[in-house]
T-cell receptor, first 114, second 116 residues
Framework: DVKVTQSSRYLVKRTGEKVFLECVQD?????MFWYRQDPGLGLRLIYF???????EKGDIPEGYSVSREKKERFSLILESASTNQTSMYLC?????????????FGNGTRLTVT | AQKITQTQPGMFVQEKEAVTLDCTYD???????LFWYKQPSSGEMIFLIY??????QNATEGRYSLNFQKARKSANLVISASQLGDSAMYFC?????????????FGTGTSLTVIP
């Protein structure tokens, strides 16, 4: 069964800490994505990567960075966590367009910044 | 402008009845795909159904069908014979066929509650 694994289900960090959210997929997908999910706002794209070492900003990249050194791993970094980054973070992967390949999601990381 | 619009924050449906969840989209790309996802209270995102912009027929997957009206740019999800387990958040998403990017755009979701 295809799998996207996020390293933590729940995470509590303090303001100002550097936070790493890790995501690994075993489907050999070129494209990987980080979304943030907040009630009433749906899923908003933070960053995505269409290949190793390649990255593109999404709709809300401020305060975040990413790293993709290997095809299967896509990391989201909060350089200095703030309380407004408390949210659910979803990692996903997919094959490139064209085609009807859906996004495959991890189970999410609920991050609380205090 | 919003790429995906879901105008129903919450919906109720009686068990065994059919329900339609609305989704409109905005794109100038002739090649795109439309997706629906279900998110139960457990939080996992479950892929339900896909419709390509060039597909002639409406997509169907079991009790799920996608009412695709290209001229109106709508891609409504129809769930037939609702079950209690259908209670969840439902998200509509679009992927455009651009050379770079390959982004998926999501709507704000519709919370569906199935009433026994």
């Amino acid at each position: 069964d295809v799998k996207v694994t996020q390293s933590s289900r729940y995470l509590v960090k303090r303001t100002g800490e550097k936070v790493f959210l890790e995501c690994v997929q075993d489907m050999d997908h070129e494209n990987m994505f980080w979304y943030r999910q907040d009630p009433g706002l749906g899923l908003r794209l933070i960053y995505f990567s269409y290949d190793v070492k390649m990255k593109e900003k999404g709709d809300i990249p401020e305060g975040y960075s990413v790293s993709r050194e290997k095809k299967e791993r896509f990391s989201l970094i909060l350089e200095s966590a703030s309380t407004n980054q408390t949210s659910m973070y979803l990692c996903a992967s997919a094959t490139p367009w064209p085609g009807g390949s859906p996004l495959h999601f991890g189970n999410g990381t609920r991050l609380t910044v205090t | 402008a919003q790429k995906i619009t879901q105008t129903q924050p919450g919906m109720f449906v009686q068990e065994k009845e059919a329900v339609t969840l609305d989704c409109t989209y905005d794109t100038s790309d002739p090649s795109y795909g439309l997706f629906w996802y279900k998110q139960p209270s457990s939080g996992e995102m479950i892929f339900l159904i896909y419709q390509g912009s060039y597909d002639q027929q409406n997509a169907t997957e079991g009790r799920y069908s996608l009412n695709f009206q290209k001229a109106r740019k709508s891609a409504n999800l129809v769930i037939s014979a609702s079950q209690l387990g259908d209670s969840a958040m439902y998200f509509c998403a679009m992927r455009e066929g651009k050379i770079t990017g390959n982004q998926f755009y999501f709507g704000t979701g519709t919370s569906l509650t199935v009433i026994p």
